[in-house]
């Protein structure tokens, strides 16, 4: 028999689910990453598999689901950060978000 605190921490879970992965595709679209809905996907079935395992009889260790949470939104990361910042080539010699106008220190030459 399912008790009614598990039946809701599977609802609330499930909500918050839905909405990360919500939070993901509405980011995703709104800076033109490619493919929000593979993203959204990607956050969602690890967020939704880490709770099934919380959820499931089985005894899971907790570091093996905070891994699984932290490993769908550390990828999107990383690609929204690649589509943020562009393809454009780096500068040895700058900060990612300086604002100088030069990219070089001219004292630094004499």
Known sequence: MVSLQG???AVVGF???LGCAGAVYR???RLEVSRPVLWAGVVGVTWGSALGLYLAPLA???PGL????VGGPALYLFERDDATHGDGPADP???PDSHSDSSRDNSLDE
């Open 60 to 62: 899971v260790p907790i």
């Open 93 to 95: 010699f700058s900060l």
């Open 66 to 69: 905070l891994i699984m949470l």
């Open 15 to 17: 909500a918050v689910v």
């Open 27 to 29: 980011d995703a679209a």
């Open 7 to 9: 039946m809701t921490v």
